[in-house]
């Protein structure tokens, strides 16, 4: 069964010879041309010719498993470069108060001799063998220690005082 397909055609419509023609639209039923114009294949060819077929490995499949493995060796990599700033931070946080506590007794050292010396020149220091520059880290130590031992044993008499189990 043949069907129709109304087609637009243009017909000249007269006018006076001052304006230049111009053409109207008409409409008039006429079957489609099944006949390929300018160089086109016939659909019926178009229909019967085979697909390619779709590579879903090169795709689809391929790309996305090699974005997978980039991102696991990104996480990785991220993960190794966390632990090293991790690493280097814990060593200078564990360093530096070792290294302050050095720089402030040398800078306390100095202090000291220059008081000592100071005292010299005006006569006021008894030079005494107990009391020399050497002893004063230890003498340093020892102060801090009996004052330690003071507030512990302070502390055992408060808690004791507080739970009223007493020493």
């Known amino acids: ?25 008409t409409t008039s039923l006429t079957p489609p041309n099944p006949a390929p114009t300018h160089g086109e294949r016939p659909l019926s ?7 390619t077929p779709f590579d879903h490995q090169t795709a689809v499949v391929r790309p996305f498993a090699d974005e997978s493995a980039r991102d ?18 814990h060593a200078w946080a564990a360093a530096r108060p070792k290294h302050e506590s050095q720089v402030a007794v040398q800078k306390f050292e100095k202090k000291i001799s220059e008081v000592m010396e100071v005292e010299k020149e005006q006569g006021m220091l008894a030079p005494s063998p107990l009391f020399s520059l ?13 004052r330690l ?3 512990v044993c302070s502390m055992k008499n408060a808690l004791a005082a507080l739970t009223g189990l007493g020493l």
């Open 1 to 25: 069964m043949a069907t129709t397909v109304p087609v637009k055609k243009l017909t000249p419509v007269p006018t006076n010879n001052a304006q230049p023609q111009q053409t109207a639209p």
């Open 45 to 51: 060819d178009i229909i019967g010719q085979p697909f």
């Open 72 to 89: 696991a060796a990104f996480a990785q990599e991220l993960s190794a470069m966390l632990l090293d700033v991790m690493l280097e931070t």
């Open 134 to 146: 050497s002893s004063i880290p230890s003498l340093i130590f020892e102060q801090t220690r009996e």
């Open 149 to 151: 031992n003071d507030f």
